[in-house]
């Protein structure tokens, strides 16, 4: 997303929760060089998806997140989901501020 952005596109990025923290240092460049970059995760190891072996990475995201000063927006519930989608300035206020913005499907 940073090339993309630096040639003048926009676009977002998916990914599950355990990438967060697979990924962690390529995901703090966007915080640190101040690029625009919309990341939906998806939060394995939640709700019906209990595998003892992906619930600790729950949690683990808003830990990463928060220490990298990221904004995040959580759907913890099935009506926080349509929530973001209504609200179509978030998307200006990305690009508008540069920052990096996460939302946390559980």
């Known amino acids: ?59 683990q995201p808003l830990r990463y997140l928060g220490a990298m000063d990221v904004k995040v927006f959580r759907a913890d519930r099935q009506e926080d989901v349509g929530l973001l989608w209504m609200q179509p300035p978030i998307f200006r206020l990305i690009h508008a501020n540069l920052q990096p913005f996460f939302y946390l499907k559980k």
């Open 1 to 59: 997303m940073s090339g993309a952005w630096a040639g003048g596109q926009k676009g977002g990025v998916a990914m599950q929760s355990s990438g967060v923290g697979n990924c962690i240092n390529a995901l703090a460049l966007p915080q640190i060089c101040r690029i625009p970059f919309f990341t939906i995760v998806s939060c394995v190891g939640s709700g019906g998806n209990l595998f003892p072996g992906k619930s600790l990475w729950v949690r």
